[in-house]
């Protein structure tokens, strides 16, 4: 690969790597044709952008953005196929919900091998079930939202409530 090929594929990784919030780095080696293109497809619905890149390549192109990325450095060996997202958990559950198929004894592929997720880091597959369970800024937003509306809601059930009771004895007293 021709040197000026090399610097137009870290540029545009770079520019993925600031238009995107998130990314999850698998490994995705054992994957046949059949399975590796279902993979893209599913990728494809949920707004998931699957690319497989050489691991320098990738080094390279974290080098170049101004954020430290030097913890994911160790999970660039063997076969790495990024997932670029802006959703917070849709990468992790589209993992877990593929290899929930798999045969046992088998390895489950793709397998999580690291992640940036809302400015923080995972290392390991042992995070999957975390990022599955994570919530983006607006849901967490939404909870919030409708946690202060709750009592709010309340009260307005218990006036609206009571003044239907007071209606009705008032509305008794008067028939007789």
């Given at each position: 690969m021709?040197?000026?090929?090399?610097?137009?594929?870290?540029?545009?990784?770079?520019?993925?790597?600031?238009?995107?919030?998130?990314?999850?780095?698998?490994?995705?080696?054992?994957?046949?044709?059949?399975?590796?293109?279902?993979?893209?497809?599913?990728?494809?619905?949920?707004?998931?952008?699957?690319?497989?890149?050489?691991?320098?390549?990738?080094?390279?192109?974290?080098?170049?953005?101004?954020t430290d990325y030097s913890a994911l450095y160790g999970s660039l060996v063997g076969n790495t196929a990024i997932m670029f997202s802006n959703a917070v958990n849709a990468p992790a559950r589209l993992i877990k919900d593929f290899t929930k198929n798999v045969r046992k004894g088998e390895a489950g592929k793709p397998q999580l091998k690291a992640a940036y997720v809302q400015e923080s880091f995972y290392i390991g597959a042992e995070y999957l079930d975390a990022l599955v369970s994570?919530?983006?800024?607006?849901?967490?937003?939404?909870?919030?939202?409708?946690?202060?509306?709750?009592?709010?809601?309340?009260?307005?059930?218990?006036?609206?409530?009571?003044?239907?009771?007071?209606q009705g004895i008032l509305k008794t007293l008067e028939e007789r």
């Open positions: 021709k040197k000026e090929d090399k610097g137009l594929i870290i540029k545009q990784l770079s520019d993925k790597l600031t238009s995107y919030d998130n990314f999850y780095l698998t490994d995705a080696e054992t994957l046949d044709a059949a399975k590796t293109s279902a993979l893209r497809r599913a990728c494809s619905k949920q707004d998931i952008e699957l690319i497989v890149v050489k691991n320098t390549l990738f080094k390279k192109a974290l080098e170049s953005v101004g994570l919530k983006s800024k607006d849901e967490l937003v939404a909870d919030l939202v409708a946690l202060l509306q709750s009592p709010v809601k309340n009260v307005m059930s218990a006036l609206q409530s009571g003044g239907q009771a007071i």
